[in-house]
């Protein structure tokens, strides 16, 4: 059982992973050991592998620094709720594989540190006898994430999933 | 690459159906797609010019080579990589990545612009590199800022750009356009960084969100303010933010004969500033769309000021700082810290008086590049410091330690807040 990280609006991404935390700074630690390093301590110190971030508007405002959902991502984020997501953190996280669901109504109904687990095969995620599905993005970076990353995706296919014309 | 390339080859622009209006991001990104393309959809291109940053560039070498298994970049030519996110290096660990970076660049071929030459995006418009038509990606938000110059810049993560140096290819969603229609002109102590934040109070952090914005009524803004305003595109959220090619980058870029505004594009949404009303805007801690009248937080304590960054960090910017400066010494708790924007603009502002001024006033000089802007050296912010800057973002901790506090004001703002160690504006001081 995993449980919720509950988020407001516009959480930046110098909040996630602060410039000074980057790789960059210290080549010889895990970037995942910074995550919410300062904005959100008792995230930094308890998060683990399958817990889920919910979050209000414009989740991953700011720079372009993959290294923020990189962090989320080693940390082993199952899936991250909002109503909506920047535009540079959608890419950067599309592209690592994390898995993002726009799902406004779900950000209401879940709490901070309600027991969930997320089942990303069935798109699913179960709190108690609840079972909330979790809307598909767009195909194109669904294909992306199944695969696993943009990279495990090129590396497969030769190329960028097809595009709608 | 010559200016001709960016030229759209006659039948290609009939097969686009070119004589559709669409707007600026809609025309550069048709002829990079080499079809004629809508708001929403995908499309794969082909950019003109990719920019690569210290901070990122070591990351970026390591996907193309060891996660894609790719050893040459697509085409030099197109590339570009800055150092100075850290420049000179703080530590040793960001000297061994910065030589692996030169490294790279020199087996390569790529074009390297080492420290101290000054803040990518500026670096970019004065080598011509970045011009009116193009498609320009960097591993930096504020790649944005090339749509001063009328370009369609954007910004992007370590594995887009590794998939662009590797492919020479990346994906897009075709954005709207939200059209900025301003009126007027500037009244005296307000200037482009005054309208860069009135935009953001407008539109609000995500406001632009997935979109590109196209600033209207401004064509006779010289280049270093629309590089200003366009720098902060990306704190509304937008893709790209442009400001068509007229009047002064007209007469140096020469813009390609396609691309033109059309009056009947569509747009998404329309925001009208009027300049004649517009006061100095300030932005409060930690948001850049908790922006105010000046009047409103005048009188605030500070601790620091910050004049640089790519958004306010040009020769116009210290001279502005230094009128209100000269002859005179800021207030003793504040320091006063400067970096130039480039090297150019930081011989520019040592040709007049403008540097011996500011110096003589108390300021401290250090290496043009992004300097404090990140909080990774050069004047780290400490505890419950409280800094005035001319830069772009105050989210909580960016520039130091997360009890530090950021607002965001113009030069002139700056200067007169240095002078009397609380916020202030040039008349009151
Ligand atoms: S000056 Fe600041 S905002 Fe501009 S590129 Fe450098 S770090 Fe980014």
Redesign the interface.
Known sequence: MSRVWKFGA?V?T??MV???F???????KDVADAAFI??RPDFNREAVAGDVIVAG??FG???????A?LALKRRGIAAIIAP?F???FF??AV??GLALFVAPDLVDELQEGDQVTVDLSAYRLLQGERAHELPALPD?ARAIVEAG???AY??EHGG?PE??? | MSIQSLELPEQQAERAGWQRPMTLSEQILSRAAGRPVAPGDMVVVAPDLVMGHDSLSPSIIKVMRDQLGVDRVFDPEKMAIVLDHVSPASTVGTANSQNIVRAFAREQGIRLFDVGRGICHQVLVEERLARPGMLIFGSDSHSCSYGAVGAFGSGMGTTDIALIWATGKTWVKVPPTIRVQVRGRFRPGVSAKDLALRVCRELTIAGATYAAIEYHGLDWLPLEGRQTLASMAVEVGAKAGIVPPTGVVTEQLLPPAWLQVHEDAVYEQELVIDLAELEPQVARPSQVDDVCDLSEVAGTEVSVVFLGTCTNGRYEDMRAAAQVLSGRRIHPNVRLMITPASSLEMQRAMRDDTLSTLIDAGATLTTPGCGMCMGRHQGTLGDNDVCLSTGNRNFRGRMGAPSSRIYLASPEVAAATALSGRIAGPEQV
């Not at chain 1, 980057?22 to 010889?28: E, L, S, T």
């Not at chain 1, 405002?61 to 290294?67: A, D, F, L, N, P």
Request: proline share 9%; hydrophobic share 25%.
């Open positions: 516009d930046d110098d909040q602060p410039g000074r980057a790789p960059y700074m210290r080549p010889d300062e904005a508007e414009n405002c700011g720079s372009s620094r993959e290294y959902p909506s920047a535009r540079i890419r950067n592209n690592l194109f990353g943009i990279v090129v590396r960028f595009v709608q014309s």
